[in-house]
């Protein structure tokens, strides 16, 4: 991973221009700059030299057509919650904050859609929807703004029954790098006109323009919900099981695995009083009849591999408690080793080679000795391994890189993919080329230098031009 490049500072006659016209809302205050130079990714890197608060489309365009004209690098920003190093300012230049565009401009509860601004949250979106009797099923955990979820192509907990941000938006606006605000995709629900350019830019990761609208799915809130937690003798036995789940093919809505690690963490965190044991945190939507169904037949399965102590959240309150629980995970577990930096990896593989994946990965971070934990969305294949290290002991973070390579390594031998919903952004970008091929690669950098000839958005992650 390449974290030295040559930085392009924002010239003084821009920055007068940006303070002219944004006022207070374009920053040099160290301690601005420096919350937006900083992720959840384990990389230091110098803050970007401003920060402006957009507020419109038409404020993004002038933005970065300053930007375009003095060459000046545009590092788009939401909630600051990427696990990859996506928003760290490497080659300098200015931190775009979009957390202002924060309106949602249009339901269509008849279509099931709704459109809104990038600095929507799924959280705010969702309170929305929820007096229509609908929400919006992508939750990656974090309340992550919508344009960010859109740039990393997320996903979370529900993917496995209504997937991810590829499926879900249908259309979207962009800045492109040279200031035009440009639409693709529509309100329907398929469309073969010319290239899917909304495809190409949700997972771009902020390098072919900045996002100003999107048009997203929606869903009517089911009928009946159920969520259910189970406690196995070991990952495998839980892994084994969410394998049968699916390979029955029931409908279940999310299929959580937390590791005993996890479960401990969020114990201490939340107070829980959970079994210490490998845990799957289940749920189920549909009629009441049809939850029942599922119910009983993911209980069953699990038996065969040794599942215990069955328990049901069917209140609002219950299940909320649980669902915190879950995405506490990742703080939670920091909180275990106090001080440390975590060095996340996410990998995800064909169900049917889940469970080889998991246990190898559990087998050499064990040997290793490092402190870990371990979350996943795996019913569909995807899970997250945390290497906490001490910050003063570089060869922790050493051993902790050199296993999370082995572990992606493994991942692509199973045929799966280097990152399930993290992205590229600094920390993968070897791990793509090994994925895809130089080819492939190269293909993409023609795209970046065809779209962004200067090279101003998010210049440094993915790949290197």
């Keep these: 991973m390449n974290t030295s490049f040559e930085t392009r500072p924002v010239p003084p006659p821009m920055l007068a221009a940006l303070a002219e016209r944004f006022g207070d809302r374009c920053s040099t205050a160290l301690a601005l700059r420096e919350q937006h130079g900083r992720d959840e990714s384990p990389f230091d890197v110098p803050p970007p030299d401003c920060v402006v608060f957009a507020e419109s489309a038409d404020e993004v365009a002038l933005v970065v057509g300053l930007a375009n004209e003095h060459g000046v690098p545009v590092i788009p920003y939401g909630a600051g919650s990427s696990l990859e190093g996506h928003l760290l300012a490497v080659q300098g230049g200015l931190s775009l904050d979009l957390t202002r565009m924060n309106r949602i401009l249009r339901v269509d509860a008849e279509d099931l859609t709704v459109s809104v601004q990038p600095g929507v949250t799924r959280k705010q979106l969702n309170e929305e929807l929820r007096h229509a009797g609908l929400f919006f099923p992508i939750d990656p955990g974090a309340d992550a703004t919508l344009g960010g979820m ?20 249908l259309g979207l606006e962009l800045v492109a790098a040279n200031g035009e605000r440009v639409r693709t995709g529509s309100r329907a629900r398929k469309s073969s ?64 695995l937390l590791d005993a690690n996890s479960v401990r963490a969020v114990n201490h965190h939340d107070r829980l009083g959970l079994r210490e044991a490998p845990m799957l945190l289940m749920e189920f939507h549909g009629s009441e009849s049809g939850v029942a169904e599922q119910a009983q037949t993911v209980q069953e399965i699990a038996r065969e591999f040794g599942g215990e102590d069955f328990e049901w959240a069917t209140t609002p ?5 649980l669902w915190t629980a879950r995405h506490h995970a990742y703080l939670s577990a920091l909180q275990m080793k106090p001080g440390c930096r975590c060095v996340t990896t996410d990998t995800c593989v064909p169900i049917s080679r889940l469970a080889e994946s998991i246990n190898e990965s559990v087998r050499e971070v064990e040997e290793a000795g490092l402190p870990y934990f371990i979350v996943g969305h795996v019913g569909d294949g995807n899970f997250h391994l945390g290497y906490l290290t001490d910050p003063a002991m570089p060869a922790e973070r050493e051993l902790a890189e050199a296993l999370s390579a082995r572990m992606v390594a493994r991942a692509l031998k199973l045929e799966g993919t280097c990152t399930g919903e993290h992205g590229i952004g600094l920390h993968k970008q070897g791990f793509l080329v090994d994925e895809t091929g130089e080819a492939a690669v190269a293909m993409m950098r023609s795209l970046k230098r065809a779209l962004d000839p200067r090279n101003i958005m998010n210049p440094g992650k993915i790949f290197s031009l």
């Design 150 to 169: 859109a740039a990393t192509r997320a996903s979370g907990t529900n993917a496995v029954r209504y997937g991810t941000m590829r499926e879900n938006v």
């Design 193 to 256: 006109a010319g290239y899917d350019l909304t495809r190409l830019i949700v997972g771009s990761e902020g390098t072919l323009g900045v996002i100003t609208e999107l048009s997203l799915r929606i869903f009517p809130l089911p009928e009946a919900v159920s969520a259910a937690v189970c406690f196995f003798p070991s990952i495998d036995a839980a892994v084994q099981t969410t394998i049968q789940i699916i390979q029955l093919g029931v409908p279940i809505a999310r299929c959580e």
């Design 317 to 321: 309150e219950a299940r909320t408690r």
